[in-house]
């Protein structure tokens, strides 16, 4: 069911655009390549802690998100 649902999530993603880390909900996030449930809470906990994001690029300073991971995720976030 959870697959299902991520999947869904995926595909609205797709079809509607890019996933606002400022706003996204811990499933949303988890639709983002190299992101699964932990890294969408230490995104989450970032924004909670440091407000929303400037910039795309200011995902590297989240626990576990390296330059590497900003690359493959970049083309589908977006800030506002």
Do not use: C, W
């Not at 697959?3 to 706003?23: E, I, W």
């Not at 970032?46 to 995720?73: A, C, W």
């Amino acid at each position: 069911m959870v697959k299902l649902f991520l999947a869904l999530l995926l595909f609205s993603t797709l079809l509607f655009g890019a996933v606002n880390v400022n706003r996204a909900s811990s499933a949303q996030l988890q639709t983002l390549n190299g992101v699964g449930p932990v890294k969408a809470q230490e995104i989450i906990k970032y924004r909670k802690t440091h407000g929303s994001f400037k910039s795309v690029d200011e995902l590297v300073n989240v626990k576990g998100i390296g330059p590497k991971t900003l690359q493959k995720m970049k083309s589908q976030v977006a800030i506002r």
